[in-house]
């Protein structure tokens, strides 16, 4: 149960800035997340400052988790009880081949693929009027839910089925709070102001909507 999941022979299905994204190799409704440690140093290379203070930090690479898990702990536990942010859920970590990884919903095309992103959406000229619509109203959700996103992109928004089959929009990375002093969890107001602001920037380098088709 708690051996490490053999990734050595698997091909990433995606890779982000300083993670790869595999499938979970014994549950077809999850993926990991592990570090790219090599873009990692790349990235702290060049930024002095940065690689010097986090010499100091106990979780190194693994920050990124913690940050998550915060923020999802942060927006599931509202009085309710009930699920309502549209975000992939996460689930744990494991140890894996290629060192700790993050346990992370796996959101579809329904088919058991991954779902496409936004930006994939965009780039084959499926940017639609109401997908537009639907964008507009999920950044609104996520800023009603007070989440913080410290990388606005499309290419963070899967359009598919999460693992109870709900078709929707998922923010599926780019959350969590970075900054040393994290004004935007501490205030609704600042955090809603910042997704419109970055919201507005993310639309602007965005296609124009094409009609939805008949």
Known sequence: MFGPLDL?????????GDRY?????????LLVKVMDMQARAVFLQARPFKRW??????ESAYRVYLNEFSEYVCTTTRP??????PMARILGVAQTSLGLGLLVEKITDGNGLLAPTVKDLAAQGKFTVTLAAKLDAFFADL???HLVIHDMSASNVACGYNADGKPGLYLVDGFGVLPLIPFYAWSRRLNRRR??????EMRARMPAPVPDPD
């Open 8 to 16: 050595s022979g698997a091909a990433p299905l995606a890779q982000g």
């Open 143 to 145: 800023a009603d839910a």
């Open 195 to 200: 997704i419109e602001r970055k919201y507005a």
């Open 80 to 85: 309710s009880g009930v699920w309502q942010v």
């Open 53 to 58: 203070y986090k010499q100091f930090q106990r």
């Open 21 to 29: 994204v595999f499938q979970h190799p014994h549950e077809p409704g």
